[in-house]
C-alpha cells in the first residue's frame, strides 16, 4: 500500500547493488511514495552489480560515485539538483564494507590500512556527505539524512570485527552532524540501526548465519528485513518524522531491549549440560 509520504520529494540513493540490498528495497519504495530520486555507487559496483534494473523500474537516473572521493561527491550532488531540477530533500547513505572483515582479519589481527579503508569507506564518507551537502547548500529545509547502523556500534559483537569502530563513528557523526545542520537549515540526520539482513555486505561477516538465527530467536518480533526497513526509512523521509534529528533508531524486532528469553536460557543450559555429562 502506498500512502504518497513523499510526493514531490528529490533524492539521491546510495548503496544498492543488487536485489538483497536493504537501499534497493529502500528506492523502490521510495518510489511507490511518489520520490524523485537519483541512484548511485561506485564503478565497480555499477559494472558489478545490477543497478542498471532497479534504475529501470524508478525511472532513475545513475550517477557513479566514490562516497569516499570530495570531487565525487560534489560531482553527485550538482548532477542530481540538476537532473531533478532543484534542491534535494532526503539522501540515503547505505554504505559498509571492510576489508579486515572480507579477509578474515579478526579484532585482534586488523591491518591498519584495511582499517583505515574501513572507517573512510563505511563512516567518514557520511561526513564528506554532510560536510559537502552543506557547503553546496544543496538540501532543503525540513530534508532528511539517513544512515544504516548496526547494533555492534553500541555493544560488543566479537564477529564484527572493525565494523564496530565503523559504525560507533558513523553513529557519532550522526550525533554531531545532526546538531549543526539542524541550527544551519533545519535538516535532520538520523541512522537506522538494522537487524543482520541477508545482503553482500551482511553475509561477510563471520557467522552470519548463526547471527540471524539467534537474533531472530531473541526478538520478540522477529527479525526486521529489509522491506519492513525500507517502510520505516520512507517515514523518516517523509514530513511526519521533521522533528526526529541525531537519533540512532532500532529497527530490530526489539532485539536491542532484551537480555534473555526462557528458551534461549534453556537451550544453552541445557546443551552444556549434556556436554558436561558426556565428558
Ligand atoms: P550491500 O552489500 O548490498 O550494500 C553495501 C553497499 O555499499 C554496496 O552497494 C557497495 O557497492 C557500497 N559501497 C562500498 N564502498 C563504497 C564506496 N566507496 N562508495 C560508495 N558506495 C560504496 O549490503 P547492505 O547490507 O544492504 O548494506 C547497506 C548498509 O546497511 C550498510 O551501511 C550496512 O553496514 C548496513 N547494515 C547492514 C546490515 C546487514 O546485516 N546486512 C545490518 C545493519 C546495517
Known sequence: MSYNLLANKKGIIFGALDPASIAWK???????????????????ALRFGQLDDLAEQCNA??????ATDIADIEKLLQESMDHLGGKLDFI???IGMSPNVRKKKGYTDLNYNF??????????????????????????????????????????????GDMADAKATLESIV???????????????????????????????????????????L???????AESCAD??????????????????YHDGGYSAMGMTPELLDLIHDTLQSQQNKG
Open 115 to 160: 582499517l583505515n579503508k574501513t572507517i573512510d569507506i563505511s563512516a567518514l564518507s557520511l561526513h564528506k556527505l554532510l560536510q559537502t551537502a552543506l557547503k553546496m547548500d544543496a538540501v532543503n529545509q525540513g530534508g532528511s539524512i539517513l544512515a544504516l547502523s548496526y547494533i555492534a556500534a553500541q555493544r560488543t559483537f566479537p564477529d564484527y
Open 219 to 225: 526478538s520478540p518480533l522477529g527479525n526486521a528485513n
Open 61 to 66: 537516473k545513475i550517477i557513479p560515485a566514490d
Open 175 to 217: 550525533r554531531n552532524f545532526g546538531y549543526h545542520y539542524g541550527k544551519h537549515n533545519q535538516v535532520r540526520v538520523n541512522a537506522v540501526s538494522q537487524s543482520p539482513t541477508p545482503t553482500t555486505a551482511g553475509t561477510g561477516v563471520n557467522r552470519f548465519d548463526k547471527f540471524l538465527t539467534f537474533a531472530q530467536e
Open 232 to 249: 520505516y526509512c520512507v517515514t523518516l523521509f517523509s514530513d511526519l518524522t521533521r522533528m526526529v534529528t541525531m537519533q540512532t533508531l
Open 92 to 94: 540515503l547513505h547505505a
Open 26 to 44: 529502500i528506492a523502490l519504495k521510495a518510489k511507490a511514495e511518489g520520490a524523485d530520486f537519483t541512484l548511485t555507487n561506485t564503478a565497480v
